[in-house]
Antibody
Framework: EVQLVESGGGLVQPGGSLRLSCAASGFTFSSYEMNWVRQAPGKGLEWVSYISSSGSTIYYADSVKGRFTISRDNAKNSLYLQMNSLRAEDTAVYYC?????????WGQGTLVTVSS | SYELTQPLSVSVALGQTARITCGGN??????VHWYQQKPGQAPVLVIY???NRPSGIPERFSGSNSGNTATLTISRAQAGDEADYYCQVWDSSILFGGGTKLTVL
């Protein structure tokens, strides 16, 4: 069974940093492209970042470019999102999602709250 | 930049057919995917590449895509179909529509 479990969310002050993790199991993690998608409270889905299976290709949404860094450790079956210079508008549930031409599996999400 | 337009809400009587649209410039030339999200839950893929159903998704869910509109059709709507539905494409980056709240009356 495919499982994606996010962790690392919490309350952080504006300008602060946070590192999210996503532990994958039930599939060959190193063979799949992965993404982070977020959802602000009461709002729609917003794609954040993409990473290829090898980690050699990376894309970011303009809203996070230069502040967030996506990475992966295929030996540990893990996906990461390093978030720096956090702003109030980054407050959201962050989902990791597997990409197989579409987002075919999603984690349950981890809540990031940016507030003083 | 490319935009996807969805109605904020759609209502359907129990057992009837609901149609949720996703508008975009020449969207018929793109692969459109649809996600269902129930309150407090993660999204679930219900249609991929315009009209394909993942395993486990009922045949009541179908999709089409032509011209400037993609459509998610839910036949014989059930109370359990009440959810937010999002369309998604890849156009230089991954884009989601704003989402449509489906209410089953």
């Amino acid at each position: 069974e495919v499982q994606l479990v996010e962790s690392g969310g919490g309350l952080v002050q504006p300008g602060g940093s946070l590192r999210l993790s996503c532990a994958a199991s039930g599939f060959t993690f190193s063979s799949y492209e992965m993404n982070w998608v977020r959802q602000a409270p009461g709002k729609g889905l917003e794609w954040v970042s993409y990473i290829s299976s090898s980690g050699s290709t990376i894309y970011y949404a303009d809203s996070v470019k230069g502040r967030f860094t996506i990475s992966r450790d295929n030996a540990k079956n893990s996906l990461y999102l390093q978030m720096n210079s956090l702003r109030a508008e980054d407050t959201a549930v962050y989902y990791c999602a597997r990409w197989e031409g579409a987002f075919d599996y999603w984690g349950q999400g981890t809540l990031v709250t940016v507030s003083s | 930049s490319y935009e996807l337009t969805q109605p904020l809400s759609v209502s359907v009587a129990l057992g009837q057919t609901a149609r949720i649209t996703c508008g975009g410039n020449n969207i018929g030339s793109k692969n459109v995917h649809w996600y269902q999200q129930k309150p407090g839950q993660a999204p679930v893929l219900v249609i991929y590449r315009d009209s394909n159903r993942p395993s486990g998704i009922p045949e009541r869910f179908s999709g089409s895509n032509s011209g400037n509109t993609a459509t998610l059709t839910i036949s014989r709507a059930q109370a359990g179909d009440e959810a937010d539905y999002y369309c998604q494409v890849w156009d230089s980056s991954i884009l989601f529509g704003g989402g449509t709240k489906l209410t089953v009356l």
